[in-house]
């Protein structure tokens, strides 16, 4: 079984060495204990300008992989976090393919856990959510957890569905689901989770949610104050071009 791991990256310089050895490492492990277990590490350089794209490549040379590869797919220029992770979930050819940022917030192991939970499930998608597990939150301030969860309460309301944590930045998928979704979806920014979980119901794909807890606290790059108007925005205008895709009409721009 061939396993893919997406990392969507712009200018990740800090961290990305240490995101490729934690996931090497884990997963090297992994293939040690199981005969059958292959993988492949995706990097998608969204444009990125700080040379993390070098670094990757650089690690991957000196580092001697039994079970599996790292690769390295650049667009030329900046287009957003979904448009990254599409371009490397199309480019996957993996049997299972996965998607978590490039500071493995939940750590590297969780992947490998929500394999197995996938592999027991037969579910087409099975995305973390924090809201499920009961430290899930754990390191944030009183204010930004209680901030998160209303956002998301909203965000799950405006969109039409019930799962607890649609922007959890750790999701996992069939390679069927993967590339039928995945070459549906137009949302290049940061609501582009919204549209997969979306277009999954539509097309009639399973979803699970598997528990997670973040690990590893970085300054977010989103600003719910001042990126919850967008994204609201966003929401609004994927759920009318999703249901009339379903509909069998062109969407209205």
Request: proline share 2%.
């Amino acid at each position: 079984m061939l396993f893919g791991v997406v990392i969507p990256m712009y200018n990740e310089s800090e961290v990305i060495e240490t995101c490729a050895r934690d996931l090497t490492d884990v997963l090297e492990a992994h293939g040690r204990k199981t005969p059958d277990f292959r993988y492949e590490i995706l990097f998608s350089d969204d444009g990125s300008t700080d040379g993390c794209g070098a670094i990757v490549k650089d690690f991957a040379e000196k580092t001697a992989l039994s079970h599996g590869s790292i690769s390295v797919l650049r667009a030329e220029e900046n287009r957003g976090k979904g448009a990254a992770v599409r371009a490397g979930m199309l480019e996957s050819r993996a049997h299972v393919v996965s998607f978590t940022d490039s500071d493995l917030a939940y750590g590297a192991e969780i992947l490998l856990s929500m394999l197995d939970e996938r592999e027991r499930t037969g579910v087409d998608l099975l995305i973390g959510s924090r809201a499920l597990a009961k430290d899930g939150y754990a390191g944030y301030t009183a204010a930004r957890k209680l901030a998160s969860r209303v956002y998301l309460k909203l965000l799950s309301l405006a969109a039409g569905f019930r799962h607890t944590d649609s922007q959890c930045g750790v999701k996992l998928f069939s390679a069927p689901a993967a590339h039928e979704i995945f070459s549906r979806t137009r949302t290049d920014g940061w609501a582009f989770d919204l549209e997969v979980l979306l277009r999954a119901e539509k097309l009639g794909f399973t979803v699970g949610e598997y528990p997670v807890t973040v690990l590893r606290h970085r300054a977010s790059k989103v600003r719910l104050l001042r990126d919850s108007v967008k994204m609201f925005r966003e929401v609004f205008r994927i759920r009318r071009e999703v249901n009339a895709e379903a509909a069998g009409k062109p969407p209205q721009r």
